[in-house]
């Protein structure tokens, strides 16, 4: 069973995520389009859900 601090901080990183990716979409979008091969989207958007995911759980305390 998930306690409700990990329900919160899973749903603070899925929000924290979104943003962050909505803020550098907005704002390197036809950049990104014409230079980037999709594997390194896929693989920059990965790591920077797990970092986000990382520090996150540090903020609400969880042991990983």
Same mark, same amino acid.
């Given at each position: ?6 329900? $919160?901080?899973?749903? #603070?990183? #899925? $929000? !924290?995520? /979104?943003?962050? @990716?909505? =803020? =550098? /979409?907005?704002?390197?979008? =036809? %950049? ?7 594997? %390194? /989207?896929? /693989? $920059? *958007? #990965?790591? @920077?859900?797990?970092? =986000?995911?990382? @520090? !996150?759980?540090?903020?609400?305390? *969880?042991?990983?």
């Amino acid at each position: 069973m998930r306690t409700v601090g990990q329900r $919160i901080a899973s749903l #603070v990183t #899925v $929000i !924290v995520f /979104l943003w962050i @990716l909505s =803020i =550098i /979409l907005r704002r390197v979008w =036809i %950049v990104i389009w014409v230079q980037t091969p999709w594997w %390194v /989207l896929v /693989l $920059i *958007g #990965v790591i @920077l859900f797990l970092a =986000i995911d990382y @520090l !996150v759980h540090r903020a609400f305390g *969880g042991k990983r």
